[in-house]
């Protein structure tokens, strides 16, 4: 499977960019039935999409509204591409450890935390997640509880990306930092920061956070072993 691919990822991408759900979702079905992979739908064309909509609403074309259609378009399409994704998953079987993911407090940017879960649940980690608009002290309530390997969190905004390092501060307080490994995610993070906030890690997408946690949680075998 080659170029002829692109085709249809551009209409799955062009048809999310305009809202046009009809058109959008039975691409979706089509690129399925003919056999291109999952993965590629979700971050060739959907991912692509989604970007391009942020654009339109950051250049005043499009509005709240907008965003909502295309972020309900977005999960409608995820609800048919899911089992799918599980089943592509290199890995599944193999049971990795622990993770606890939420997105931080003051943002309900849902999407990509979701997509990062499933993916990880799909490669074996066990997954616990908060949610959306996730406080620093739920956050260190839940490593307490579950005593996860990896802790996990998504911003969007750069307005709650700081309420990562109040997390990992909290959990320094508590004496809880050297019990878990800490990954950050989410389009305004970089590696930069997430070193500058002390996290382990930094993904730039879904497929990355999989690969860095199966990374962390060997690098957790090493340390207690
Ligand atoms: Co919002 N929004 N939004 N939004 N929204 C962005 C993020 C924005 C970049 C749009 C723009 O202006 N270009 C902008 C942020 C600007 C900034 O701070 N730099 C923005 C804004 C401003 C806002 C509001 C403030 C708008 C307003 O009210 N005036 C508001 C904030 C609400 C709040 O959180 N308090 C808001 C609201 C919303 C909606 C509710 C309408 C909706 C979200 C619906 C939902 O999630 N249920 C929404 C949407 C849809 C977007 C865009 C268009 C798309 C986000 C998305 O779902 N992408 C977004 C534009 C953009 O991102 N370029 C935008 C698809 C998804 C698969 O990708 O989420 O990036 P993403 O996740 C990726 C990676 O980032 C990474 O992997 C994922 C999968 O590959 N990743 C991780 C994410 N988390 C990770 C964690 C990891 C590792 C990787 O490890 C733990």
Known sequence: MGNDVEPVLDRIRRALVELDEEAFLSAVEEALQSGVPARRIVFEAMSKGMEEVGKLFEVGEYFLAEMIIAADMFKKAMSKLQPVLDK??????TVRGKVVIGTVEGDVHDIGKSLVASMLRAAGFEVVDLGVDVPAERFVEAVEKHRPHILAM???????MKNMEKVISLLEKRGLRDKVRVIIGGAPTTPEFAEKVGADAWARNAIEAVKKCIELSKSLDHATS
């Open 88 to 93: 592509e998953a290199p890995s599944s079987g």
């Open 154 to 160: 998504s911003a969007l905004l750069t307005t709650t």
